[in-house]
C-alpha cells in the first residue's frame, strides 16, 4: 500500500518533523508519495532535509512539488528540484530557470561527497557572499571570515563523519519571527549517513553510562568536543565553530537519529535537548548568524 | 634563514588547485610537505613559513598545520630536525583558527610582520610575554641584562627564559637570549 505524506504549508525545521512524523511508520522500502503542493514556504533546511529524506528511501518516493508557482520558482533557483529529479519521482511539472539571479542567496544546494567539495563551496562563498555580508549582516573582514570556517567545518562533518554524501545550503534573510526582521544568514548542512552515535561508538568513543543513546551522543561531541578520532586536535572545527557562534549570539541545532541538541540564544525559545524524535539517519545540522546591530554589537 | 611559502606549496609540492587552507586531508598534505623541507635544512637553521599567499585557514587546518608543526613528535616518532619556526604573512583571516588551536594545545608561536615587528601568538602568561618582548626589543642580551630591565632576580628570569626557549620561542645563544630569526 502506498502511504501518502502531507508536507506542511511551512517546510521549515519544525514543519520537517511533521514529515518525518508521518514517515515513522513506514519502512524504508514502502512505496511513499510526498505531497507538497500546499506548501507555501520552504526553508534551507527543509529543502536539504527533503533532499536527505529522499536519498534514504529504498525505493523511489514520488513528490508532487508546491501548485504555487512562486514557491516552486523559488525551489527551482535554490536547486531544489535539479537534485530532487534524482531522488524523486517527480509528478507535473516544474519550472526551469537560469540560476543568474543568485538574489540573497549565498551558496545554493550543492551536493557534498568529498573535501573537494569544501573546497568548491568556501572559494564560492569567498566570491558571492562578500557584498552580502557586508552590506546586509554588517558583518566585518573577521566575522566573515568566522562565517565561511563555520561553513568548512560544518560541511566537512560529512566528508569526516557521515560516510555518505549529503547537501549544503547558505541564504541571507531578514528574520521577521524573530530578532525583530534583523539580517541573518543561515547554514543548512544535512546528511542521511551514520549520524552522531555510531560516529561515536566506531571510534570506541563511547562514554561509559547506560544513559547512552542519541542524545548523549550529541551532547557527548558537542558540549565535550569529543570527536571519533582519538588525537588531541580532532573535535577542534566543531569547538572553534560553537565558539564563533557563541561570540556572534548566533545559533546552532544539530538533529542525529531521535534527538536534537541545541546552542540556543537568548532571541530562541527553543528547548536546548530535544530527544524521542522521530528517527531520521544522519545528521541535520543548523546555524544561524545574526547580522550586526547599529554599533556593532552581535 | 630560510623561507617555505605555504601558498606554493599548497598549489606545487601537495599538488592542490586551491587559495585557501581548508579540510583536515588538505592540512595534512600541506604539513607533509613543510615537513619534508624543514628536515632538509641543518638542525639549527631557522624557518620562515609565508601564509602571504593564503586567503583563508579553517581550525582543521590550523590544527593539522599549525599545531602539529609546533607540537613535540609523539613518543617514539623522530625528533624535529628543524626547532625554530617563525610565521609570516599570518592576517586576521587567519588568527581567528590559529589562536583557537594553540590555545587548545597550549601552545605560542612568533609572528613576524612586514615592517620587521613581532607578536606572540597563543597560550603565553603575562611573565612569558613581558620577558619575550624585552628579548625582542633588546634585539638579545644576558640574563643578567634582561633581569634588570625587567626588575626580577636573575633566577627568576634565567628560568622564564629557559621556558620560552623550550618552547621554542626565543633563541638560546653563549651571551644569553635572543630572538628567533636574528643573526646572533
Known amino acids: 500500500m502506498t502511504a501518502v505524506i502531507i508536507v506542511p504549508p511551512s517546510l521549515d525545521d519544525k514543519g520537517f518533523e511533521h514529515v518525518l512524523e508521518q514517515l515513522a511508520s513506514q519502512p524504508d522500502d514502502a512505496k511513499i508519495i510526498v505531497d507538497a503542493r500546499h506548501c507555501t514556504f520552504g526553508t ?43 531522488l524523486f519521482d517527480i509528478q507535473g511539472s516544474v519550472p526551469r530557470v537560469r540560476s543568474t539571479d543568485e538574489g540573497d542567496k549565498l551558496l ?7 573535501a573537494a567539495d569544501v573546497h568548491l563551496v568556501v572559494e564560492r562563498i569567498a566570491e558571492q557572499a562578500r557584498h552580502i555580508l557586508t552590506t546586509r549582516l554588517k558583518l566585518e573582514p573577521r566575522a566573515q571570515m568566522g562565517f565561511t570556517m563555520a561553513l568548512s567545518e560544518t560541511v566537512q562533518n560529512i566528508v569526516d563523519h557521515a560516510g555518505h554524501a549529503g547537501w549544503v545550503m547558505a541564504q541571507a534573510y531578514q528574520y521577521r519571527q524573530r530578532l525583530a ?9 544535512c ?47 566543531l569547538k572553534g565553530t560553537r565558539g564563533y557562534i557563541g561570540r556572534r549570539n548566533g ?32 545528521a541535520q545540522l543548523r546555524v544561524i548568524i545574526p547580522g550586526e546591530l547599529a554599533g556593532g554589537t552581535p | 634563514m630560510t623561507r617555505i611559502d605555504v601558498g606554493s606549496v599548497l598549489r606545487n609540492s601537495a599538488n592542490l588547485p586551491y587559495r585557501n587552507l581548508v579540510t583536515r586531508s588538505t592540512g595534512a598534505a600541506v604539513r607533509q610537505c613543510i615537513e619534508l623541507e624543514l628536515a632538509a635544512l641543518p638542525a639549527d637553521e631557522t624557518a620562515t613559513l609565508d601564509f602571504s599567499q593564503i586567503g583563508m585557514m579553517d581550525f582543521s587546518c590550523a590544527d593539522e598545520i599549525v599545531a602539529k608543526l609546533l607540537l613535540d613528535p609523539p613518543h617514539g616518532a ?53 620577558m619575550w618582548e624585552l628579548v625582542y626589543a633588546t634585539g638579545g ?3 643578567q ?22 618552547r621554542h620561542l626565543v633563541r638560546h645563544a653563549e651571551q644569553g637570549y635572543h630572538p628567533l630569526g636574528s643573526l646572533h
Request: hydrophobic residues 40%; glycine residues 12%; aromatic residues 8%.
Open chain 1, 108 to 114: 545554493g544546494i550543492t551536493p557534498i561527497a568529498a
Open chain 1, 251 to 282: 545559533m546552532l541545532t544539530i538533529r542525529s537519529g531521535t534527538a536534537r541538541i541545541g546552542l540556543i540564544p537568548t532571541w530562541d525559545d527553543s528547548v536546548p535537548l530535544q530527544e524521542n524524535l522521530p528517527y531520521f539517519p544522519g
Open chain 2, 141 to 143: 642580551t644576558t640574563v
Open chain 1, 181 to 189: 526582521g534583523r539580517w541573518v544568514a543561515e547554514i543548512v548542512v
Open chain 2, 78 to 130: 623522530p625528533a624535529r630536525t628543524c626547532g625554530l619556526v617563525i610565521f609570516h604573512g599570518i592576517t586576521d583571516h587567519h588568527l581567528e583558527a590559529i589562536e583557537d588551536v594553540l590555545h587548545h594545545h597550549g601552545l605560542a608561536m612568533v609572528v613576524h610582520f612586514a615592517d620587521g615587528g613581532a607578536r606572540l601568538v597563543g597560550a603565553v602568561n603575562d611573565d612569558e610575554r613581558l
Open chain 1, 44 to 86: 534551507p533546511y527543509g529543502l536539504t532535509a527533503m533532499l536527505t529524506l529522499g536519498q534514504t528511501r529504498a525505493q523511489k518516493a514520488t513528490f508532487l512539488p508546491p501548485i504555487d508557482g512562486n514557491v516552486s520558482t523559488y525551489w527551482s533557483r535554490a536547486g531544489f528540484f535539479r537534485y530532487a529529479e534524482e
Open chain 2, 145 to 166: 641584562a634582561l633581569a634588570t630591565r625587567a626588575g626580577r632576580a636573575h633566577t627568576d628570569t634565567e628560568q622564564i627564559l629557559e621556558l620560552l626557549h623550550s
Open chain 1, 191 to 237: 546528511d542521511p549517513g551514520m549520524g552522531f552515535r555510531r560516529s561515536l561508538e566506531m571510534g570506541n568513543r563511547r562514554p561509559i553510562t547506560d544513559r547512552w543513546g542519541d542524545g548523549l551522543a550529541l551532547e557527548t561531541a558537542l558540549i565535550q568536543g569529543v570527536s571519533r578520532f582519538p588525537d588531541a586536535g580532532r573535535g577542534q572545527g
